[in-house]
């Protein structure tokens, strides 16, 4: 079945620092790819999303790139803000196969000032 | 900004009982889901819900599991008789149409003892 794997935490990095999370996934068909951020306290929330290969999803300075060759969607961000300490979550979904979510574990992110 | 609500935020069970989750999801949306995560572990699908009837539900969604949508604007997960390894994360997400965002709730989180 699908499955989602993505680097194990926490990530722990300084204001300003270059952010990488990696994602791969395993799919049956052509998924759609998200990641999916949850604040403290707050349900999970949409980050960014990319529907077909080399589409490049882009939301608060974050960047994932759906690379059906390598089967990645890597999250990126330049320079990371206190604000941005969270869990995120890579998931896929297929509209074949219902368009359930299929989650990653989450990468708990920690942003020192 | 139209929001996914659940309650309680924490529920407190002995095992064996029954509990009822709660969910409020945007007035407009057609699709329900309800999803769980395990301290530690993947957030994992349960169960989808279209039409007032389950589209599709996991392994994990058992005899003991039941949804209902009573009302038109509540949408409750049911667990019949509690075992410890039901302590878990259990989040409620919307969906106006089949390939629409999914909206999530904050998460109800259930400890049976």
């Known amino acids: 079945g699908d499955s989602v794997t993505q680097m194990e935490g926490p990530v722990t990095l300084s204001e300003e620092a270059f952010l990488t999370i990696n994602c791969t996934y395993t799919?049956?068909?052509?998924?759609?790819l998200f990641w999916y951020v949850q604040y403290p306290g707050e349900g999970l929330q949409l980050l960014l999303k990319?529907?077909?290969?080399?589409d490049k999803g882009s939301n608060k300075g974050f960047e994932a790139t759906y690379r059906k060759e390598t089967t990645s969607f890597h999250l990126e961000k330049g320079s990371v803000q206190v604000s941005d300490s969270a869990v995120y979550f890579c998931a896929l979904s297929e509209l074949e196969y219902g368009n359930k979510l299929v989650f990653g574990a989450g990468t708990i992110l920690r942003v020192k000032s | 900004e139209p929001e996914v609500t659940q309650t309680p935020s924490h529920q407190v069970t002995q095992m064996g009982q029954e509990v009822i989750l709660r969910c409020v999801p945007i007035?407009?949306?057609?699709?329900f889901y309800w999803y769980r995560q395990i301290l530690g572990q993947k957030v994992e699908f349960l169960v989808s819900f279209y039409n007032n009837e389950i589209s599709e539900k996991s392994e994990i969604f058992d005899d003991q599991f039941s949804v209902e949508r009573p009302d038109g604007s509540n949408f409750t997960l049911k667990i019949r008789s509690t075992k410890l390894e039901d302590s878990a994360m259990y989040f409620c997400?919307?969906?106006?149409?089949?390939?629409?965002?999914?909206?999530f709730g904050q998460g109800t989180r259930l400890t049976v003892v």
């Open positions: 007035s407009n949306h057609l699709y």
């Open positions: 997400a919307s969906r106006e149409g089949r390939d629409t965002e999914a909206f």
């Open positions: 799919a049956t068909g052509y998924p759609s």
């Open positions: 990319a529907t077909k290969a080399d």
